[in-house]
């Protein structure tokens, strides 16, 4: 028996008790095993979760590219690592081998040390789903520089915020993107972002959508004749174990976003082996993740993941309605995906769809689909079994967050029994406690309460960039000693986990993680506004939608608020970007709140639910009165 490869239900709980009793040799034989060391760990892990401080590995020596590209140079040189399927389906796919990838990863990091990065050195990335993005993660990861991809779908304003944060040196983007029928001038955004962002002091330019686009002398650079003239090698840097490999920004419910940082050695071997286990993945299967690699999903499971193992894995430009909705589908058959990776909230609108959209293409390939971002609801996890799984591929539903680096629970296909909505069991190495409100942990089975990680695992975050505290206080100060993860969570008599949702302000639309306050902070700076709530509610579609409760500085007439309700979207598309409108805003003259100001978001949410009947105590409120108004002025 490996450990390295879960294959059935026996071995699954004979590694789980193993990866429990003794977590140091389990996680010592799955590293000694399975990768390239320059120098091997003093010690598997050290750690103290009140502080926290973890280490994994410590005194270890790596580069993560070498075991995500060069030791592949021998047995894998010519199997394509990665295929960029591109927006518009009429452009050719390319198929990028290990070799090329090498020479690729190699010139880039390259042309970072001619610009000056050195290892330390913070890179943000600003890109579209090109080769380039991957490519520019894994050429800083070969000279020790830390990554930071921004989402190209936020706005300038929000990438300024996260540039600034982490005092990037150079940010790497592209003259434009493409989406769907549409074009983005992501230029632009950086171009305005950088207005308040002294410490860049290069940007790198990929050409995408051959824009006429302005270059700032001396600031700005074409990447392509760079990548020419550079050499087409490079020794990687060799790292300790515990050095930053990247920082990803999460929102979270107050203030501005949390830099999560993610550490060289343990993040590796976490996502290695959670990518070979939960995806099954078998040599010469083709992996497909929908995700945008400016997520974490994209960071673990299109790049890291997959490329330690040795797989192949698919890059995808475009959307799921374009040209129209069988573009999953179609790519799926062209590419002859084996593993499919996606978040209800697409699955949700495909099912809203015809269904010959799927019914036209050859599915036969595919052997498991996976889920992630948000709980999957019980009619689209039908509709995917019965449609695109014909019943025959397991539906991997799993649970994780930016901070735990990769999948902590989650079915191990051909192993675990799936039930629709249960993210099932942890996998080997991850210790669950479900924790009631007086901080006592829930033992037994038929139990709900917050979810918690009593037990340090290789990926987890180690710190928020910059400030340790914040992350202290956010993760580690709810209960002692223990992994708060902001979600609820319940376990069925038979041990299996259901997630029920976050317990605090974060709310999930469309699978991203959006926090109120700054959401609120924005609202607030229209000149017309005074104070506001936001608040999400069930939609069809994107699992939640936003609800705002606004008051204004004065009570205006109808006609104005239209304007106000296109003007308050537009702020906020500004500060953080599309994803983060509001689906419905209700202008009010008060919000309800204690007799401390706080304001009671139970209240509003219940309102925002349609869900009225019991309104619970409110008796306690500052302003009682203020309910039945909201109430009658419910959209
Ligand atoms: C939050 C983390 C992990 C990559 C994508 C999101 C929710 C995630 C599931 C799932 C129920 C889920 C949780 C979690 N979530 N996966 N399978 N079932 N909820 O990463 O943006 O850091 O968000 O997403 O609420 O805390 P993220």
Request: glycine content about 6%; aromatic content about 10%.
């Amino acid at each position: 028996m490996s450990n390295y490869h879960i294959k059935n239900l026996e071995e699954y709980f004979q590694v789980y008790r193993k990866s429990v009793r003794d977590p140091e040799s389990f996680w010592e034989e799955i590293a000694e095993e399975n990768f390239m060391w320059r120098k091997r760990w003093d010690k598997v892990l050290e750690y103290d979760l009140s502080k926290p401080e973890v280490s994994w590995y410590k005194g270890a020596k790596l580069n993560i590219t070498e075991n995500c590209i060069d030791r592949h140079l021998y047995t894998r040189g010519d199997k394509t690592a990665i295929i960029f399927e591109p927006n518009d389906p009429s452009e050719e796919a390319e198929h990028i081998s290990y070799k090329q990838l090498h020479e690729r990863v190699c010139r880039f990091a390259n042309v970072l040390k001619n610009h000056g990065i050195e290892k330390g050195d913070r890179v943000c990335i600003y890109l579209p789903m090109i080769p380039e993005l991957a490519v520019s993660l894994l050429a800083c990861a070969r000279i020790g520089a830390i990554h930071s991809v921004v989402f190209a779908g936020f706005s300038a304003t929000a990438l300024s915020t996260r540039i600034n944060d982490s005092d990037c040196k150079m940010v790497i983007t592209s003259d434009g993107s493409y989406r769907g029928n549409k074009t983005i001038d992501l230029k632009g955004i950086v171009d305005e972002a950088l207005e308040s962002c002294p410490s860049v002091q290069t940007v790198l330019v990929a050409k995408r959508i051959n824009s006429e686009i302005p270059m700032k002398t001396n600031r700005d650079k074409w990447l392509q004749p760079l990548l020419d003239e550079a050499y087409h090698d490079c020794e990687p840097v060799i790292m300790d174990a515990e050095d930053p490999l990247f920082i990803l920004y999460t929102s979270g419910s107050t203030g501005k976003p949390k830099g999560m940082v993610h550490t060289t050695a343990g993040y590796m071997v976490y996502t290695a082996y959670t990518f070979k286990n939960v995806f099954q993945y078998r040599e010469n299967d083709v992996f497909w993740c929908t995700a945008d690699i400016g997520w974490i999903t994209g960071h673990s499971y299109i790049v890291y993941g997959p490329l330690a193992n040795g797989a192949t894995t698919v890059m995808f430009e475009g959307v799921p309605s374009y040209p129209d909705f069988g573009r999953f589908w179609q790519v799926v058959e062209k590419h002859k995906v084996n593993q499919f990776y996606t978040a209800p909230t697409a699955i949700r609108a495909l099912a809203k769809e015809r269904l010959d959209f799927s019914e036209n293409y050859d599915l036969s390939s595919l052997k498991i689909l996976g889920s992630v971002g948000e709980p999957i609801n019980e009619e689209a996890w039908h509709w995917y079994n019965d449609n695109i799984g014909k019943k025959n591929c397991p539906i991997v539903d799993t649970w994780w967050q930016t901070e735990t680096g990769g999948i902590m629970i989650s079915p191990i296909p051909y192993s675990t029994p799936t039930i629709p909505t249960y993210a099932t069991l942890p996998l080997p190495g991850v210790q669950i406690a479900l924790m009631d409100e007086n901080g006592e942990e829930l033992k037994g089975n038929q139990v709900s309460g917050r979810l918690c990680i009593k037990f340090p695992w290789p990926a987890m975050a180690r710190t928020i960039w910059g400030n340790h505290e914040r992350y202290r206080e956010t993760y580690f100060s709810a209960f002692e000693n223990k992994y708060f993860t902001g979600d609820g969570a319940l376990r069925d008599s038979t041990g299996y986990y259901r997630i029920t949702g976050r317990v605090d302000d974060v709310i999930i639309v469309s699978g991203h993680n959006l926090g109120t306050a700054p959401i609120e902070d924005a609202i607030n700076e229209h000149p017309a506004v005074a104070e506001s709530a936001i608040v999400g509610f069930p939609h069809d579609v994107k699992g939640n939608a936003l609800y705002g409760f606004v008051i204004l500085k004065e009570i205006g007439e109808t006609r104005v608020h239209e304007n106000l309700r296109k003007e308050i979207n537009q702020i906020i598309t500004e500060h953080i970007g599309p994803i983060a409108k509001l689906d419905k805003i209700q202008f009010t003259t008060g919000l309800p709140k204690t007799r401390s100001g706080k304001i009671m978001r139970r209240i509003l949410r219940k309102i925002a639910e349609k869900d009225t009947n019991n309104m619970g105590d409110i008796s306690t409120l500052l302003n009682p009165e203020v309910v039945q108004e909201i109430m009658d002025g419910a959209i």
